[in-house]
């Protein structure tokens, strides 16, 4: 854990970018440093795929399945049980009782300073396991997919790598050299969310984006 107060997030050498000098970034300890919580990332990381979810189901009640209103067969006198119209909840082919509806709402609330906390706490959680690289910044020349991906080559980068920029640092090149990529993601500070954060296996983040992140979680 880093000092309290603040301290340094080490950058790996191979995480360093090409022709970049390996130093020591000043992180706040509020953000880097704070212990794991599991419960906290559990419940954020539920209410998160939870907000993403839509209601694309649907089912007919008894008024809308298409049936006729005749009753099957008489009141009495048939020794069955009676029955109204064969649109009815039992019959094969009737309406749902409680149908699913497409307004259906899956989302969790939650609260501002838990969502600061949890993200907080993964962002510790990536500096403790050594899953995060510290880069000075991240930049391409072209808009080439092969150039972006020899660069993440040479930087030891093979398996699943969020790349994690500044606002500013966010270029056409960058977008377009990494979108045809698998397990590739660029992504602005903002949009970093904790299930991308827990999915990727390296998450490479400049120092521009590290001062976003104390700015937006401290």
Request: glycine residues 6%; proline residues 4%; contains cysteine.
């Amino acid at each position: 854990m880093v000092p309290a107060g603040g301290g340094c997030l080490s950058t790996n050498e191979k995480c360093a970018a090409l022709h970049q000098e390996t130093a020591k970034v000043a992180a706040s300890d509020t953000v880097f440093g704070r212990e794991y919580n599991e419960a906290l990332v559990h419940q954020i990381v539920v209410a998160f795929q939870a907000n993403a979810r839509l209601g694309t189901r649907a089912q007919l009640t008894r008024e809308a399945v298409h049936h006729s209103t005749k009753k099957p067969w008489r009141q009495k006198g048939t020794g069955r049980a009676r029955s109204g119209m064969t649109s009815s909840p039992v019959w094969r082919g009737g309406g749902r009782a409680f149908p699913n509806s497409p307004d259906e709402n899956f989302s969790q609330k939650v609260n501002k300073k838990m969502y600061r906390a949890a993200m907080a706490s993964i962002w510790s959680k990536l500096v403790a396991d050594e899953r995060l690289c510290v880069v000075e910044s991240f930049a391409v020349e072209s808009p080439k997919t092969k150039a972006f991906a020899t660069q993440l080559k040479t930087m030891g980068l093979q398996n699943k790598v969020l790349l994690v920029v500044g606002a500013e640092e966010l270029t056409d090149n960058l977008i377009l050299a990494s979108r045809n990529m698998k397990d590739v993601l660029v992504v602005p500070t903002r949009y970093a969310d904790p299930l991308c954060l827990l999915y990727f296996d390296k998450v490479v983040v400049t120092k521009a984006a590290v001062s976003e992140i104390e700015e937006m979680l401290a």
